[in-house]
């Protein structure tokens, strides 16, 4: 069974810095591209940055510069780390992958900057 979970979340300051993860499981980790994927209260689904199984990366382009997706195969974790925050980064923050036409998603961690 495929299993996304998310962590790492938290309230941070404008200007200050998380790191998220998403330990996988019930796939193979290191064969598929990932997404990270955020709501804010109120809007629809808005993605942020996928990273593919050879490591290549592509971002929204009001994050670029200021966050960066990784990944650790051997761990199964997917990584967002995230500088420069601002309020508009508020947002629940899910990741995401796509098994045989399927999408699946972990519960997701709230993000809150804010002073």
């Known amino acids: 069974e495929v299993h996304l979970v998310e962590s790492g979340g938290g309230l941070v300051q404008p200007g200050g810095s998380l790191i998220l993860s998403c330990a996988a499981s019930?796939?193979?980790?290191?064969?598929?591209?990932m997404s990270w994927v955020r709501q804010a209260p109120g809007k629809g689904p808005e993605w942020v940055g996928y990273?593919?199984?050879?490591?290549?990366?592509k971002y929204l382009d009001s994050v670029k510069g200021r966050f960066t997706i990784s990944r650790d195969s051997d761990k199964m974790t997917l990584f967002l780390q995230m500088s420069n925050l601002k309020p508009e980064d508020t947002a629940v923050y899910y990741c995401?992958?796509?098994?045989?036409?399927?999408?699946?998603w972990g519960q997701g961690t709230q993000v809150t900057v804010s002073s």
């Open positions: 019930g796939f193979t980790f290191g064969t598929y591209d």
């Open positions: 995401n992958v796509v098994l045989w036409g399927k999408d699946y």
């Open positions: 990273i593919t199984r050879d490591g290549y990366t």
